[in-house]
């Protein structure tokens, strides 16, 4: 399917992202132009004096919009880069970055602290929503590694069932928050289903320490990930060390994709099909699918944030509308794998 060089798509999708993030910047109830859009961009970056324009208008763009616009991006980048990943070691075309349960482990953290706000009991400053979620998720990666353990190698199938078993008892404990809560459900339900609504600067930048290095280690070993697509034995043939290789990577995917869901909730098949998707354009090396799968993540899912933001008539949760998306996408491409393979 590739028709132009490597390096020229990861060119234009650098550019295509940069032009939806200038063209999002500037829908909204206000709508502003580009050279007042670029007039505020260089006001705040220190590059111009005080603009002549109302101070509402920088607030919308620099405090409302921008945060909101480079959140959706960088999760959108970090879950594409996490389903490579997952993938890539796991050997399981169905694998995304919730595969060990990490999103079970982020909601179950969220509602409990939700809960505790709904009860009257008054968390410190520092552990919000989205700490509990970071913590909840890092919880459960470890109690997955603590199950999958005694097999050593951490196999994939090991993994996986780890990942399948501690997920349901989270479910289960989920379901049990959310009846406590009576009434005021729809608070869990909403954050589940993922939103970027109210996003600062605070949490952006916050997000970008985590997921902009995890992504750089990640490609730092795109060569491991290619040679670990030929199983254990050739590639511990060609001195790689499994076993290390896998448990680092797997923590690192783990860790950026507990950082995207503690920000924006649980966004579905982003970190499934995105990978797909590059794959088909680059091809399966990881030295472009890696890069490749990150702009793209950034673009579907900030055109998708932008869509339930400015196109539909009601904002819904963006987890909702990725899911509505994805799934058909997935079954297109799942269905002509299967053709591809039956004709082969």
Known sequence: MRTAPRPLYLILSVLVLIIIILWAARLGHIETSFAELFTILLYKTGFSSSPDLQSKLIFVIWEIRLP????AAVVGGGLAVAGCVFQSILQNPLADPYTLGISSGAAFGAS?????????????IIISTSMCAFLGSLLTLYAVFLLAAPSRRFSSNTLILSGIIIASILSAGISFIKFLADENVNTIIF???????????QETILLLFIVLPSTIIIYVHARELDIMTFGERSSEALGIDNKVIRQRLLI?????????????????FVGLIVPHLARMVVGPSNNFL????????CILLLCADTATRFILPTELPIGVLTALIGGPVFCVIFRRTQLDKWRG
Do not use: Y
């Open 252 to 268: 690192v995917s783990s860790l950026c994709t507990a950082a995207c869901v503690s920000v924006s909730g649980i966004i579905g």
């Open 191 to 201: 954050w589940i289903m993922g939103s970027f609504i109210g996003k600062n600067w």
């Open 112 to 124: 409990s602290a939700i809960l505790l706000q709904l009860v009257g009991f008054t968390l410190p």
């Open 290 to 297: 890696i890069p490749f799968s990150f702009f793209c993540g």
């Open 68 to 71: 909101r616009i480079v959140c």
